[in-house]
């Protein structure tokens, strides 16, 4: 720290922190003690844990430990480089392949993670002069990927169909030759809800769009073999850009961008993300990789089945309408009386977050209740009891079961 200067980084980091603070909206580090399952150790003490995207449980599935552990010994942890420098071992190519076949596309591209898949794929495909059409509760990285990008953006407020075709008509008549690409997820990660697929997919071809859709919590939830939203609706062919994680229900890390083969080629020459980071540690390619074999395996639909009935059982015990995913958001709206109910949660040793602005619009900070295969019917009772004692969440009864 500079002594001399009125104006050392600390200063100004101190007072941005007290601004945070001020408005209650002040975030901390909590480290698990141990794996990520339905039961974890936080600060010493044991907690249902009721916020994972671990949706099929399998970030601790022996199998994928198994081949992380198998791809260890056959090529090592780091991969040493970029992918196209040296960065690109066998792993790879196999888990690229293994997306491509899962969703049924010509190819797919892997990357380190979800958030660098949209920074990569986005810019490359759209830039100064085109327009991006996006609805409002997209995802950090989508939002920021399409900035990025430099391109005209609209956004439509949560899945409003009207709005998305007036903007399109708009785009096409006001920058005729521009590119239109719409970007949307099936699965909205803080209010659970589904995209509709099949209309949005009508309107972008009606008026010469194309469609960037990520399904980072639909995938091995949703669909034939867990291939998402897309391929539930029967319109996955209909879409250019599939985008998916593999840090989520597929329990290991990173994302893929999944399309034709030209789309591939394209993105290995200019998705930025791609080119200029070193490749995921080859290990972790190979978890994924059996991940997918699962979730698209017999054993996959058992764990799906598991996984809609936790969903159906919370659904009933809360008489709340039925949920499209394995996110139920329980929508309390002031910041500092969601925070509160979270920490009472949390005594009483649930872990359910409290999810607030800048993450959800401001004074609509919820509870975000996710399932996974792995809790029990009896991990389900104990949090709808806990639920029904919660003050905040009777005060908002009308609202949770208008959702
Ligand atoms: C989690 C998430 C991402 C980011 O993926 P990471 O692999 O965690 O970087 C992107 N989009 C959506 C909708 C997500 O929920």
Request: charged residues 20%; hydrophobic residues 45%; glycine residues 8%.
């Amino acid at each position: 720290m500079n002594p001399h200067s009125d104006y050392s980084l600390d200063k100004f980091l101190l007072s941005g922190l007290e601004e945070i603070d001020s408005r209650g909206l002040t975030r901390r580090l909590s480290a698990l003690d141990g794996p990520q399952q339905p039961r974890v150790i936080q600060n010493g003490k044991e907690l249902l844990n009721f916020s994972s995207n671990d949706y099929l449980g399998l970030a601790t599935h022996p199998e994928l430990k198994t081949a992380a552990m198998a791809e260890w010994e056959r090529s090592g942890f780091g991969s040493g480089a970029s992918r196209l420098i040296c960065g690109t071992l066998a792993a790879h190519e196999e888990l690229d392949r293994a997306i491509a076949e899962f969703k049924q596309t010509p190819a797919a591209l892997s990357f380190s993670s979800g958030y660098a898949a949209a920074m990569g794929a986005i810019p490359a495909i759209c830039g100064t002069g085109d327009v991006i059409i996006l609805d409002k509760l997209s995802h950090a990285c989508l939002v920021d990927a399409a900035r990025l990008s430099g391109a005209l953006l609209r956004v439509f407020p949560h899945n409003d169909l009207c709005k998305l075709e007036s903007h399109l008509k708009w785009a096409s008549a006001k920058h005729p030759g521009a590119k239109i690409l719409v970007i949307a997820e099936s699965i909205y990660s803080m209010d659970g809800d589904r995209a509709p697929l099949r209309e949005m997919v009508e309107l972008k071809e009606r008026h010469g769009a194309w469609f960037f859709l990520d399904e980072a919590h639909a995938v091995g939830v949703i669909g034939r073999q867990g291939r998402g939203l897309a391929d539930e609706e029967g319109i996955a062919d209909h879409i250019e850009i599939q985008m998916g994680t593999l840090g989520k229900a597929l329990g290991s890390h990173g994302a893929y961008i999944a399309g034709t083969s030209t789309l591939r080629k394209f993105l290995i020459n200019r998705a930025r993300s791609f080119i200029f980071s070193t490749s995921p540690p080859v290990p972790v390619a190979a978890a994924s990789r059996k991940a997918i074999e699962i979730a698209a395996s017999p054993e996959g639909d058992s764990l799906r089945t598991k996984l809609w009935e936790n969903i159906r059982h919370l659904q009933s015990l809360l008489s709340i309408k039925v949920p499209a995913s394995a996110i139920l958001p329980l929508v309390i709206g002031n910041e500092s009386a969601a925070v509160e109910t979270s920490a009472r949660l949390l005594d009483q040793g649930f872990l359910v977050p409290a999810i607030r602005f800048p993450t959800v619009a401001k004074g609509s900070a919820r509870l975000r209740v996710t399932l996974t295969a792995s809790h029990t019917r009896f991990d389900i009772e104990s949090l709808a009891r806990a639920l029904h004692g919660s003050a905040a969440l009777k005060q908002e009864r009308p609202s949770l079961l208008a959702r």
